[in-house]
């Protein structure tokens, strides 16, 4: 049961679901102390089908819990502490004073029997808060988080917004407001394309044009 | 020497200053003597490269001659320092980076000037901005980090050596290319920002830009990758990316560089995104100055924060400065840059072209905030929290992914509108086609509901293999058109289809590489490692290898003292390889280093490579025995195969159209809407 709960937990808190965890398992606790039967009871299905989802889940991530993939993950969870700026894990320059330390603590804390929150909180307390490769998910550190999806949020409103005010900008008109007709465009677009190619090199070849006329107005000796 | 040396850069500070002004002062002034003027600023702009370089010549020559005397040479190399890394002494160092960058400006700048005739108005403007940049470095090296300041006191007999690190034939590329890249952003920059203040009309900046953007980004991209090589093959930790600041520094202006790229194509087609445009390229050249002030400042600790001063006030005040001009020219002139179309579909070109700027610049958005997280940490909660690997494996990850999708579909799209019912003609096979790579997948035994990164990487998997079926989808259908209308075979046929629109299938040759890039890192949670203490004859089992160490022997040059395992590699009960890991203690330095060996494994698995990568940690202390470390890393020589493929369709980029082809017969050539329709 222990090693069941252990992969559940792994599980979801790899996927950064703390707040599930404990939302499953107060629920379950709920469960457990009757109340909230009534609810439950009016839910057989609702129940079989969490209890099956449970089952499975716990199913497929049999093993995942073991120690040494544990191991790995906080070890890849944290920094080493020299100063090297590595993983824990990935610290391999020569003549490293913490990096060994730092992962025999790591062993001797699961041999423990610690769970990953107070395992990380014991190096916490010993290196830093810098010891842990990723901002947490509480305070201030949220914001690190919420940030990227935030911009891409607000990037995806604004890409829609311009399309569509692109798409509802009125068709260009004629001088005269007699707007154009659409079969026209690829011709337009033609005929724009040509005008910019003009504008290019229409400066140079005005030049030369008008540098031609002078010569012509000079030699007729006008 | 060093007073050579230094009179050089204080005469190219003046040459600059004057090339600055008096060019600034030609451009605004309207009475006769601004041409002559402007003319003397372009020669004093050539002038400064003759200066610069010879500075650098000066310093290179110490670094040869073992000039100690001068303080950089004496902390960046030593006697028994081998030739090819005297020379790399030049960009070693903080000083003497800053030379180089500067040399690479003085560079560029040189070319720009002598071709000026191809638009002298345009180009005066370019050479101004180029020469602030210009003033800006040359006032760093004559007053913050002057490369040839020289030792007080007694002249030592020997220097200190050059940081072990740097000692492998990649450092002596891999600056120089990144430096490039960095570098070259700053002529699109003075292009984009000389056209914007004079309201330049048309595209014509972009076309001249064209050449200058896509080589710098080339380079950028090559310098990027062979910094993620050298990481693989030296720092010894079986990885290629730590998203270590100043990685994500390189990382940040080439996906702004790569945003420009794709959006420039709308300016040029359909005369949009001119505003867009513009911030794009001021964004890229700003980040290159981003990256420098990373590299050089200190102010991030990094593994590669090789050097750290005072300089970083200089740069902040540099940025904050260009930011300032770049946004007031924006705002001031912004009714000039107007767009000419509307968008007139949602699937279309235009709109994928929109989305992937979207996608590149929230990328760039999340490595520059987790980039500078510690610092803003730092400020508000009273202490710096890190920001690794973890967190930009789940924040970037995911975006990465959705542009791997739209690198797919994009190539799909017609400008304007496309038809959902073409979409759906052309993206069906590749479609299938990439949906079976997940099929087999999963039943080779990859769960991808097991594990979030086992999720990416069949995800990857998917993407890329969209992306690469849809490149030859593209190539083989432009190609059956051609081969029908002139009875070539099919791949004569497909190298003409090519030579009729570079940019197009050259574009499409990049995207090819980058697929198979990312099949590269999708390997990374297949990653296998194991450690332990080998003496002679002890095996090592990881995956289907074994790994029997025969021996261990010991060398010695002037430059260092080395000790090598000898392992020698199993596979199926038979020896297919011998490796020496090696351990070096370099002897200028007193400072000892790992240099993993590696062994890609193409003879044996081909599609499905390996790198056996093998370490030499070092002796127990304890038991006094060696430790080897062995890493089993799947599918990452590919990630080099796509640098090379990626590379390769920059090439084809760049080679000028052929006419259109010659069709024997009688009637005109009509091919579908999709082939050769445009970029």
Redesign the interface.
């Given at each position: 049961m222990k090693s069941s709960n252990h992969a559940l937990e792994f599980v979801l808190k790899g996927r950064g679901f703390n707040r599930a965890v404990s939302a499953t398992k107060s629920r379950t606790a709920l469960a457990f102390e009757g109340r909230g039967a009534k609810t439950q009871a009016k839910k057989p299905a609702r129940q079989a089908l969490h209890a099956l989802i449970l089952t499975t889940t716990v199913f497929l991530f049999m093993g995942a819990g073991d120690d040494s993939a544990r191991f790995k993950d906080l070890g890849h969870r944290m920094m080493c502490a020299c100063g090297c700026s590595q993983i824990l894990l990935e610290c391999n320059h020569v003549g490293c004073t913490y990096s060994d330390k730092m992962r025999d603590q790591l062993q001797a804390a699961l041999d423990k029997g610690n769970n990953d929150d107070l395992i990380l909180q014991g190096f916490v307390q010993d290196y830093g808060p810098t010891v842990i490769a990723a901002p947490t998910a509480t305070g201030f550190n949220r914001v690190a988080w919420i940030m990227p999806f935030a911009a891409l949020a607000f990037g995806v409103t604004f890409v829609v917004y311009v399309v569509r005010s692109w798409k509802n900008r009125p068709t260009p008109a004629l001088a005269d407001g007699i707007p154009i007709p659409r079969g026209n465009e690829d011709e337009l677009d033609e005929f724009r394309r040509r005008a910019r190619e003009a504008t290019m090199g229409g400066e140079r070849k005005l030049l030369e044009l008008l540098a031609s006329q002078r010569q012509i107005v000079e030699a007729s000796g006008f | 020497m060093s007073q050579i040396g230094s009179f050089a850069l204080l005469l190219a500070l003046g040459l600059s200053a004057y090339s600055f002004l008096a060019g600034l002062l030609a451009l605004f002034s309207k009475d006769a003597a601004s041409a002559r003027l402007g003319e003397t600023a372009r020669r004093a702009g050539i002038a400064t490269f003759a200066a610069v370089l010879l500075a650098a010549i000066v310093l290179v020559v110490s670094a040869f001659s073992d000039d100690f005397s001068i303080a950089y040479i004496f902390h960046h190399s030593n006697r028994d320092l081998p030739p090819a890394y005297k020379f790399a002494v030049l960009w070693s160092g903080q000083e003497g980076s800053l030379l180089f960058w500067s040399l690479l400006l003085a560079g560029y700048g040189f070319v720009l000037r002598l071709r000026y005739k191809t638009d002298q108005q345009l180009f005066a403007h370019a050479s101004v901005v180029i020469a602030a940049v210009q003033v800006f470095f040359l006032l760093i090296l004559n007053f913050a980090a002057h490369p040839f300041g020289v030792i007080q006191g007694p002249l030592p007999q020997d220097g200190t050596g050059l940081n072990p690190l740097l000692q492998y034939p990649e450092m002596v590329i891999h600056p120089p290319m990144l430096y490039l890249g960095y570098v070259g952003f700053t002529v699109p920059f003075a292009f984009a920002l000389g056209a914007l203040i004079m309201k330049y009309?048309?595209?014509?900046w972009i076309?001249i830009t064209r050449r200058w953007t896509m080589v710098t980004w080339c380079f950028l991209t090559v310098g990027v990758f062979l910094g993620a090589h050298w990481a693989y093959a030296v720092?010894?930790?079986?990885?290629y990316w730590?998203w270590?600041p100043v990685e994500n520094a390189s990382l940040m202006p080439w996906l702004t560089g790569t945003a420009f790229l794709h959006s420039v194509m709308m300016q040029e087609k359909r005369?949009m995104l001119k505003v867009w445009n513009m911030a794009l390229i001021f964004a890229t050249f700003l980040l290159s100055m981003v990256g420098t002030f990373l590299t050089r400042s200190g102010v991030i600790?990094?593994?590669h924060a090789f050097a750290q001063s005072s300089i970083g006030s200089w740069f902040l005040v540099f940025i904050a400065l260009t930011l300032a001009v770049c946004t007031y020219f924006l705002v001031l002139n912004r009714s000039h840059l107007k767009?000419?179309?509307?968008?007139?579909a949602?699937v279309s070109r235009e709109?994928s072209f929109?989305?992937n700027n979207?996608l590149l610049?929230?990328l760039c958005?999340?490595i520059l905030?987790?980039t500078f997280?510690p610092i803003l940490?730092e400020f508000?909660?009273g202490?710096?929290?890190?920001?690794?690997?973890?967190?930009f494996n789940?924040?970037?990850v995911p975006?990465a992914l959705l542009l791997l999708l739209l690198t797919a579909i994009g190539p799909l799209l017609a400008w304007r509108k496309t038809s959902l019912e073409s979409l759906k003609r052309n993206f069906l096979y590749p479609a299938i086609g990439a949906l079976s790579i997940g099929g087999m997948m999963i039943l080779f035994g990859v769960?991808p509901?097991?594990?979030?990164s086992y999720f990416y990487a069949t995800m990857a998997a998917v993407l890329s293999a969209l992306v690469m079926f849809t490149v030859i989808s593209e190539f083989l259908r432009g190609g059956r058109v051609i081969a029908g209308k002139t009875q070539q075979n099919l791949f004569s046929a497909m190298l003409q289809l090519c030579h009729r629109n570079t940019r197009r299938y050259g574009g499409y040759i990049v995207h090819f590489g980058v697929a198979l890039v990312v099949i590269g890192i999708l390997g990374t949670p297949f990653n296998k490692e194991v450690e332990k203490e080998m003496g002679f004859g002890d095996k090592i089992s990881i995956g289907p290898y074994t790994l029997v160490c025969q021996s261990y022997t010991q060398d010695d040059n002037p430059n260092y003292g080395n000790e090598w395992a000898i392992i020698n590699v199993f596979r199926g009960g038979k020896q297919i390889t011998t490796m020496y890991p090696e351990?070096r203690f370099y002897k200028a330095s007193q400072q000892?280093?790992?240099l993993p060996r590696i062994y890609p494994s193409f003879r044996e698995d081909l599609f499905l490579v390996t790198d056996v990568y093998l370490?030499y940690?070092?002796k127990n202390e304890t038991t006094g025995r060696p430790i080897i470390?062995a890493h089993l890393n799947p599918l990452v020589p590919w990630i080099w195969i796509g640098l090379i493929i990626m590379v390769f369709g920059t090439i084809v980029a760049l080679v000028p159209n052929a006419v259109a082809v010659q069709v024997a017969a009688t009637t005109p050539v009509r091919a579908p809407a999709h082939v050769g329709a445009g970029d």
């Amino acid at each position: 049961m222990k090693s069941s709960n252990h992969a559940l937990e792994f599980v979801l808190k790899g996927r950064g679901f703390n707040r599930a965890v404990s939302a499953t398992k107060s629920r379950t606790a709920l469960a457990f102390e009757g109340r909230g039967a009534k609810t439950q009871a009016k839910k057989p299905a609702r129940q079989a089908l969490h209890a099956l989802i449970l089952t499975t889940t716990v199913f497929l991530f049999m093993g995942a819990g073991d120690d040494s993939a544990r191991f790995k993950d906080l070890g890849h969870r944290m920094m080493c502490a020299c100063g090297c700026s590595q993983i824990l894990l990935e610290c391999n320059h020569v003549g490293c004073t913490y990096s060994d330390k730092m992962r025999d603590q790591l062993q001797a804390a699961l041999d423990k029997g610690n769970n990953d929150d107070l395992i990380l909180q014991g190096f916490v307390q010993d290196y830093g808060p810098t010891v842990i490769a990723a901002p947490t998910a509480t305070g201030f550190n949220r914001v690190a988080w919420i940030m990227p999806f935030a911009a891409l949020a607000f990037g995806v409103t604004f890409v829609v917004y311009v399309v569509r005010s692109w798409k509802n900008r009125p068709t260009p008109a004629l001088a005269d407001g007699i707007p154009i007709p659409r079969g026209n465009e690829d011709e337009l677009d033609e005929f724009r394309r040509r005008a910019r190619e003009a504008t290019m090199g229409g400066e140079r070849k005005l030049l030369e044009l008008l540098a031609s006329q002078r010569q012509i107005v000079e030699a007729s000796g006008f | 020497m060093s007073q050579i040396g230094s009179f050089a850069l204080l005469l190219a500070l003046g040459l600059s200053a004057y090339s600055f002004l008096a060019g600034l002062l030609a451009l605004f002034s309207k009475d006769a003597a601004s041409a002559r003027l402007g003319e003397t600023a372009r020669r004093a702009g050539i002038a400064t490269f003759a200066a610069v370089l010879l500075a650098a010549i000066v310093l290179v020559v110490s670094a040869f001659s073992d000039d100690f005397s001068i303080a950089y040479i004496f902390h960046h190399s030593n006697r028994d320092l081998p030739p090819a890394y005297k020379f790399a002494v030049l960009w070693s160092g903080q000083e003497g980076s800053l030379l180089f960058w500067s040399l690479l400006l003085a560079g560029y700048g040189f070319v720009l000037r002598l071709r000026y005739k191809t638009d002298q108005q345009l180009f005066a403007h370019a050479s101004v901005v180029i020469a602030a940049v210009q003033v800006f470095f040359l006032l760093i090296l004559n007053f913050a980090a002057h490369p040839f300041g020289v030792i007080q006191g007694p002249l030592p007999q020997d220097g200190t050596g050059l940081n072990p690190l740097l000692q492998y034939p990649e450092m002596v590329i891999h600056p120089p290319m990144l430096y490039l890249g960095y570098v070259g952003f700053t002529v699109p920059f003075a292009f984009a920002l000389g056209a914007l203040i004079m309201k330049y009309p048309g595209e014509k900046w972009i076309h001249i830009t064209r050449r200058w953007t896509m080589v710098t980004w080339c380079f950028l991209t090559v310098g990027v990758f062979l910094g993620a090589h050298w990481a693989y093959a030296v720092l010894g930790w079986g990885g290629y990316w730590g998203w270590d600041p100043v990685e994500n520094a390189s990382l940040m202006p080439w996906l702004t560089g790569t945003a420009f790229l794709h959006s420039v194509m709308m300016q040029e087609k359909r005369g949009m995104l001119k505003v867009w445009n513009m911030a794009l390229i001021f964004a890229t050249f700003l980040l290159s100055m981003v990256g420098t002030f990373l590299t050089r400042s200190g102010v991030i600790s990094s593994v590669h924060a090789f050097a750290q001063s005072s300089i970083g006030s200089w740069f902040l005040v540099f940025i904050a400065l260009t930011l300032a001009v770049c946004t007031y020219f924006l705002v001031l002139n912004r009714s000039h840059l107007k767009s000419e179309h509307k968008l007139e579909a949602l699937v279309s070109r235009e709109s994928s072209f929109l989305f992937n700027n979207l996608l590149l610049l929230t990328l760039c958005f999340t490595i520059l905030w987790g980039t500078f997280f510690p610092i803003l940490s730092e400020f508000v909660q009273g202490h710096k929290v890190t920001v690794g690997p973890p967190f930009f494996n789940r924040v970037a990850v995911p975006v990465a992914l959705l542009l791997l999708l739209l690198t797919a579909i994009g190539p799909l799209l017609a400008w304007r509108k496309t038809s959902l019912e073409s979409l759906k003609r052309n993206f069906l096979y590749p479609a299938i086609g990439a949906l079976s790579i997940g099929g087999m997948m999963i039943l080779f035994g990859v769960r991808p509901w097991e594990d979030p990164s086992y999720f990416y990487a069949t995800m990857a998997a998917v993407l890329s293999a969209l992306v690469m079926f849809t490149v030859i989808s593209e190539f083989l259908r432009g190609g059956r058109v051609i081969a029908g209308k002139t009875q070539q075979n099919l791949f004569s046929a497909m190298l003409q289809l090519c030579h009729r629109n570079t940019r197009r299938y050259g574009g499409y040759i990049v995207h090819f590489g980058v697929a198979l890039v990312v099949i590269g890192i999708l390997g990374t949670p297949f990653n296998k490692e194991v450690e332990k203490e080998m003496g002679f004859g002890d095996k090592i089992s990881i995956g289907p290898y074994t790994l029997v160490c025969q021996s261990y022997t010991q060398d010695d040059n002037p430059n260092y003292g080395n000790e090598w395992a000898i392992i020698n590699v199993f596979r199926g009960g038979k020896q297919i390889t011998t490796m020496y890991p090696e351990r070096r203690f370099y002897k200028a330095s007193q400072q000892p280093q790992t240099l993993p060996r590696i062994y890609p494994s193409f003879r044996e698995d081909l599609f499905l490579v390996t790198d056996v990568y093998l370490v030499y940690e070092g002796k127990n202390e304890t038991t006094g025995r060696p430790i080897i470390k062995a890493h089993l890393n799947p599918l990452v020589p590919w990630i080099w195969i796509g640098l090379i493929i990626m590379v390769f369709g920059t090439i084809v980029a760049l080679v000028p159209n052929a006419v259109a082809v010659q069709v024997a017969a009688t009637t005109p050539v009509r091919a579908p809407a999709h082939v050769g329709a445009g970029d």
